[in-house]
């Protein structure tokens, strides 16, 4: 089907409370097990299709039925959504046959069945759901994530493709905890090439066959770990934290979410505080390409998603402005005269950003504007046939917000509280997940390797007109941070004690504190909690006492939460 043909069809991109009974949807299934529906509903995500459960009563019985995410205030427009869904590429994969239209009184938060941590530690691999054995000891190593949700993810949406997909948790001496994303169990290693095939057809890319017997010592120590260790975890904010500004609050709370997609980078920034800091807004953010000044721009906000299960990335970009600041800008975009750009109205929580896009060398690029101009949003899609990225538009969500993806929540604690004692202006906050070139620039010491594939956040603020920052290391289970943060401790312990190098506790937590002749340009005190390592650095000689930086530690929403 052409690019053109897909984008007759209007897509809808409503964020709604769902409460209203004058709301009519589309039900693509109904079930009476709760169990079935969730299995069909991932399936619908797996194959692009956005959608919720809702909770209905026929007859004196509950159903659950999985409807199309987006509402519509009349029967006849529901109707037409059903015929526009029925057409699109993934209808028959999807099995659906028999559209229905319908009202919802309850729908399903994400708690209730979204979450796929249930429990606040790791529990030993559950022999009963490898299938691995002697017997049949090959089989596909899909991907290794450092943390269990985005593998669940991924196993889920290999499931429901009928692929026998199960992790196995694994325990390194010098990267700690892996979870490994696995598919089938073999007696013949040729059999495990052929399903590897089979993944790469389907645009699976980057698996390896894996056999049982190199990886089961592993397997056994992380058994043999969790069995002795309580391993914990939390997840962080519920709310964005009252730090931040109103714009950028705005900002977070209207950016477009994939859940199938995970974060690789966020960063966001407040340009009116950023005057204050004698850094440009390029120091951070360098968006030049798109707006040529930061006149009249309060706020910034950019994602990076990427979908490593089939090699897909997402770059998204928010500005917030003021009197209009984006006016033009859409026009502006389009492509030299020869190549066709389409129009489409792209949803957000409260905005409607009306936009273009085009692709151009295998990219599709979009841009829009609110109708007032002062907000603009910019998309680049990698690695996205037409079909892909119609259904993408439909499928970005903001029935929720950033605070969807755990590494976004728990790193939001490296933000303080709201201090009536001490004022602090928000600059900057960046996430990003820790590549190898971190631990190359470290000598490839121990406890930089086991850092790599965790999350880096660091926010920047203005404290009594100086530069200061937190930044954490998420690593994502209490038992890998204190195990670095002590290797660091012990590294520090054996050079020399003094004033400028030694422990610093902030409350009962063991921490280090080390002077500017150190780190060469500022002073920094470290401690580890929960999956946490925390630093707070000064960033200039010497310009805030240890004292300072303590309390600047204490403030922080990790002793909350």
Request: hydrophobic share 35%.
């Amino acid at each position: 089907m052409k690019l053109k043909h897909f984008f007759t069809i209007l897509i809808f991109f409503f964020v709604t409370s769902f409460s209203f009974s004058e709301d009519w949807f589309v039900c693509l299934g109904s079930f009476s097990d709760l169990k079935n529906a969730r299995n069909y509903s991932l399936l619908l995500k797996a194959n692009f299709f956005k959608n919720r459960i809702a909770l209905a009563e026929v007859n004196g019985r509950k159903v659950y039925r999985v409807l199309y995410d987006s509402v519509c205030d009349s029967k006849e427009k529901a109707r037409l959504l059903s015929e526009r869904i029925y057409q699109r590429p993934y209808s028959v994969p999807c099995k659906l046959d028999d559209l229905w239209i319908c009202t919802a009184d309850e729908f399903l938060s994400f708690d209730d069945y979204g979450k796929t941590n249930s429990a606040d530690s790791l529990k030993s691999n559950d022999i009963n759901e490898i299938p691995l054995s002697d017997e049949k000891p090959y089989s596909v190593q899909v991907g290794s994530y450092k943390e269990e949700s985005p593998a669940k993810r991924d196993q889920e949406r290999l499931q429901a493709k009928n692929i026998d997909a199960y992790i196995l948790k694994t325990y390194d001496d010098d990267t700690y905890i892996s979870f490994d994303l696995h598919a089938g169990a073999f007696k013949t290693k040729e059999e495990s090439e052929e399903l590897q095939k089979e993944l790469e057809n389907i645009g699976i890319q980057g698996t390896k066959v894996s056999d049982f017997e190199d990886i089961k010592d592993s397997v056994e120590k992380f058994n043999s770990l969790a069995s002795s260790t309580n391993i914990s975890y939390g997840e962080g904010v519920t709310e964005i934290p009252d730090i931040f500004p109103e714009e950028v609050k705005t900002l977070i709370s209207e950016f477009p979410i994939n859940p199938n997609f995970q974060i690789e980078t966020i960063e966001i920034l407040d340009v009116e505080n950023i005057s204050e800091t004698g850094y440009s807004e390029s120091d951070f953010i360098n968006e030049r390409s798109l707006i040529n000044n930061f006149d009249n721009v309060s706020a910034i906000s950019k994602a990076v998603y990427k979908d490593d299960l089939y090699n897909k990335k997402i770059i998204v970009r928010i500005f917030s402005g003021s009197d209009g600041r984006f006016a033009g800008m859409k026009d502006n975009f389009l492509p030299n005269e020869g190549k066709e750009a389409f129009q489409v109205d792209f949803w957000a929580k409260t905005q409607v950003f009306n936009c273009y896009f085009y692709k151009q060398d295998g990219v599709f690029n979009l841009l829009g504007t609110t109708k007032d101009e002062n907000q603009l949003i910019s998309m680049e899609a990698l690695n996205f046939s037409d079909e892909e990225f119609t259904a993408l538009l439909g499928d970005m969500t903001n029935d929720s917000n950033l605070l969807i993806y755990p590494e976004v929540r728990k790193n939001l604690l490296t933000l303080p509280k709201k201090s009536s004692a001490t004022k602090r202006d928000f600059v900057y906050f960046k996430l990003k997940q820790i590549g190898d070139d971190y631990a190359e620039e470290r000598g490839y010491v121990n406890w930089a390797r086991a850092i790599v594939g965790h999350w880096q956040a660091n926010s920047y603020f203005i404290q009594d007109g100086k530069k200061i920052t937190t930044g954490f290391f998420d690593l994502d289970y209490d038992y890998n941070s204190k195990q670095v943060h002590t290797q660091f401790m012990e590294a520090h312990e054996a050079i020399s004690i003094d004033e400028k190098n030694h422990p610093s506790d902030i409350f009962d937590e063991p921490g280090w504190y080390v002077g500017s002749h150190f780190l060469n340009s500022s002073n920094e005190l470290s401690f580890a909690k929960k999956s946490y390592i925390i630093a707070i650095n000064s960033y200039e000689p010497d310009c805030f006492s240890e004292e300072a930086l303590k309390d600047l530690a204490k403030d922080l929403q990790i002793w909350d939460k």
